[in-house]
């Protein structure tokens, strides 16, 4: 009997582990922790702000491109600006450019080229005729221009000078007439130098005769079409 119930103590024993081992929790059914949430931007959005971004930086650099002045934060547009010196000085402009290619194209015509060395001559002849204390480059300031504007000035002017050249002669006559006329004008006192000092003068003025006359013949002579109306 007693054997009995130690085997039935043993089997209810065996029974109670039994129910409570349980199988093992696969890796699906454990709980996994939420996912935190990622703050994304769309690529399309980024690039437009990076887009807006480059933008604003480049008008900021360039503004002047846009704007010439502010009055108490009111803008004066470019645009604005360049109508105004258009109304005002635009048809003068345009014939200045108009009668620079004619020139241009005349003296490459005639295979006319004014080298460098040339024009340094004549800077130099320049910038020794000015006030004691002022350099080249402050008279050009004083006058809005830089160096490479005067350049460009004495290249036409060097070419219409060799193409005229050969037009212009000054007689004795001429030369003394001129002499009596502007005496009182000469800054030399020797009368060689007075002389040559005269014949210079009396060059220029034929050349400015002679270069009008000579303008206004390539002038007719050009297919010139003017499409911008003031």
Do not use: C, H
Not at 21 to 48: D, G, W
Not at 58 to 70: E, R, S
Not at 95 to 116: R, S
Request: aromatic share 6%; net charge neutral.
């Amino acid at each position: 009997m007693i054997e009995k119930s130690k085997e039935k103590t043993a089997k209810k024993a065996s029974g109670k582990v039994k129910a409570k081992v349980s199988q093992p929790k696969t890796m699906s059914q454990e709980k996994t922790p939420a996912k935190e949430k990622s703050f994304k931007i769309p690529v399309k959005k980024l690039i437009i702000f990076l887009a807006i971004i480059i933008v604003g930086f480049l008008l900021y650099q360039n503004k002047d491109l846009f704007i010439v002045a502010t009055v108490n934060n009111r803008p004066i547009s470019r645009q604005r600006f360049n109508q105004q010196i258009e109304s005002q000085y635009g048809q003068q402009v345009l014939e200045t450019m108009i009668n620079e290619e004619l020139i241009k194209q005349a003296a490459k015509d005639q295979n006319i080229v004014i080298d460098q060395e040339k024009i340094n001559e004549e800077m130099a002849k320049i910038e020794k005729s000015l006030p004691e204390g002022m350099n080249l480059d402050q008279a050009l300031q004083m006058q809005g221009m830089s160096r490479e504007n005067l350049e460009e000035q004495m290249r036409l002017q060097l070419a219409i000078e060799e193409i005229l050249a050969p037009k212009i002669q000054i007689t004795d006559e001429e030369l003394k007439q001129y002499i009596e006329e502007n005496k009182d004008y000469f800054s030399a006192t020797q009368e060689a130098q007075i002389r040559e000092e005269a014949q210079e003068g009396l060059r220029q003025q034929k050349l400015n005769q002679n270069f009008q006359a000579w303008l206004q013949e390539l002038t007719e002579k050009a297919n010139i079409n003017r499409w911008l109306k003031f």
